[in-house]
């Protein structure tokens, strides 16, 4: 397992069906060496996914129990019924670019075993020693096992079965420290360091007009209900807002892949631990946000203005990645529409398309 400051999931170019279909043919287990460890340091957990059914499973790997390489969250973890802080990674991946490795098939009747080291990846200081229980993340995304990855443009979110399992930590749960840098662009490129400026810069442009369209269309606008539903515009606005007047000096932009995150299809990541946003290469074929006027669509999800909103949702005010692709975002409960950062970066740039172009 990946060792440092960690990442945030959001896929580019995904029309998710279904989210959240409870299925029977997966089932995940966990296991530990021990019940009990010193040292926090000594935690691992080996997560054992099967495939119950009759016919081969594929399914993405990203932010899944079956991804033992990044730090991406694949468990909940509580202690005394109270939520231990993931400190991990959430990353961005573009589908059309990712490659048969970002997928794990498994065979009718068969299991996959990916072991977990999570000792960097919560914030066990915080909790104190003590009894943890950890919940594996039991939403996969499938996809059909013939399909060329080049053609894949849709995934079912399918919900498995799973049981959580208790460990105790009796001794050191000393925290992993995290870096942190000033909060401005350290691209040396002059190029790239000049694309996510621009970027950057209509991130916090899509965020003011979505903004202000909420301002004055309200919640009976039919947009703002479908990604919204009954959620009040105030929570909406907020997190907007956090956005258009995000001026932080702590948080850094850049388009050196620090952590060696930047694997198959990942386009940006964010470092929760931090908060600061890392951009792969893919990243740079983006598209400027006026381009929504001319050649690109608000379903494509390739624009970089998008991309670094998304990502900056996170960053300052928490948002999650509950699902992917525009329709799949308009699918969601209220709760999890609030929360779902894919929600922002589909309503705000289809408000600029709407409006501006």
């Given at each position: 397992?990946?060792?440092?400051?960690?990442?945030?999931?959001?896929?580019?170019?995904?029309?998710?069906?279904?989210?959240?279909?409870?299925?029977?043919?997966?089932?995940?287990?966990?296991?530990?060496?021990?019940?009990?460890?010193?040292?926090?340091?000594?935690?691992?957990?080996?997560?054992?996914?099967?495939?119950?059914?009759?016919?081969?499973?594929?399914?993405?790997?990203?932010?899944?129990?079956?991804?033992?390489?990044?730090?991406?969250?694949?468990?909940?973890?509580?202690?005394?019924?109270?939520?231990?802080?993931?400190?991990?990674?959430?990353?961005?991946v573009s589908l059309e670019d990712a490659d048969e490795s970002a997928?794990?098939?498994?065979?009718?009747?068969?299991?996959?075993?990916?072991?977990?080291?999570?000792?960097?990846?919560?914030?066990?200081?915080?909790?104190?020693?003590?009894?943890?229980?950890?919940?594996?993340?039991?939403?996969?995304?499938?996809?059909?096992?013939?399909?060329?990855?080049?053609?894949?443009?849709?995934?079912?979110?399918?919900?498995?079965?799973?049981?959580?399992?208790?460990?105790?930590?009796?001794?050191?749960?000393?925290?992993?420290?995290?870096?942190?840098?000033?909060?401005?662009?350290?691209?040396?490129?002059?190029?790239?360091?000049?694309?996510?400026?621009?970027?950057?810069?209509?991130?916090?442009?899509?965020?003011?007009?979505?903004?202000?369209?909420?301002?004055?269309?309200?919640?009976?606008?039919?947009?703002?209900?479908?990604?919204w539903g009954s959620t009040a515009t105030s929570r909406v606005t907020?997190?907007?807002?956090?956005?258009?007047?995000?001026?932080?000096?702590?948080?850094?932009?850049?388009?050196?892949?620090?952590?060696?995150?930047?694997?198959?299809?990942?386009?940006?990541?964010?470092?929760?631990?931090?908060?600061?946003?890392?951009?792969?290469s893919i990243f740079f074929n983006e598209v400027a946000t006026s381009?929504?006027?001319?050649?690109?669509?608000?379903?494509?999800?390739?624009?970089?203005?998008?991309?670094?909103?998304?990502?900056?949702?996170?960053?300052?005010?928490?948002?999650?990645?509950?699902?992917?692709?525009?329709?799949?975002?308009?699918?969601?409960?209220?709760?999890?529409?609030?929360?779902?950062?894919?929600?922002?970066?589909?309503?705000?740039?289809?408000?600029?398309?709407?409006?501006?172009?």
């Amino acid at each position: 397992m990946f060792f440092a400051p960690f990442l945030t999931l959001a896929l580019a170019s995904a029309a998710v069906a279904s989210p959240n279909k409870r299925t029977d043919s997966l089932s995940v287990e966990l296991s530990a060496a021990a019940d009990s460890f010193n040292s926090v340091t000594d935690l691992v957990l080996t997560a054992t996914v099967s495939n119950n059914g009759a016919e081969s499973i594929k399914v993405l790997k990203y932010g899944t129990i079956l991804d033992g390489d990044l730090p991406t969250r694949s468990f909940t973890v509580t202690r005394d019924d109270k939520e231990v802080d993931f400190t991990g990674i959430k990353i961005s991946v573009s589908l059309e670019d990712a490659d048969e490795s970002a997928y794990v098939t498994i065979p009718a009747g068969e299991s996959v075993a990916v072991t977990h080291d999570v000792s960097a990846l919560f914030d066990f200081a915080a909790a104190g020693k003590g009894a943890f229980t950890f919940t594996p993340v039991t939403t996969f995304q499938s996809a059909p096992s013939d399909e060329k990855v080049a053609a894949r443009s849709q995934l079912t979110a399918i919900e498995a079965a799973a049981t959580p399992i208790t460990i105790s930590i009796t001794g050191d749960v000393a925290k992993v420290e995290m870096l942190s840098r000033r909060a401005t662009d350290i691209c040396t490129t002059a190029s790239r360091k000049s694309f996510i400026d621009a970027s950057y810069t209509e991130a916090k442009s899509l965020a003011s007009i979505a903004s202000s369209y909420v301002t004055s269309r309200g919640s009976s606008d039919s947009l703002y209900r479908a990604y919204w539903g009954s959620t009040a515009t105030s929570r909406v606005t907020s997190i907007l807002n956090a956005v258009a007047n995000e001026n932080s000096s702590s948080r850094t932009l850049s388009c050196v892949d620090t952590f060696n995150a930047c694997s198959s299809g990942v386009i940006a990541y964010t470092v929760i631990a931090t908060t600061n946003i890392y951009y792969c290469s893919i990243f740079f074929n983006e598209v400027a946000t006026s381009n929504l006027c001319s050649g690109t669509s608000v379903a494509s999800r390739n624009v970089r203005g998008g991309t670094t909103l998304h990502e900056l949702t996170h960053a300052t005010s928490g948002t999650d990645d509950v699902t992917y692709g525009c329709s799949a975002d308009q699918a969601l409960s209220d709760s999890n529409k609030i929360r779902n950062a894919d929600n922002f970066n589909c309503f705000t740039t289809q408000v600029y398309a709407n409006t501006r172009c």
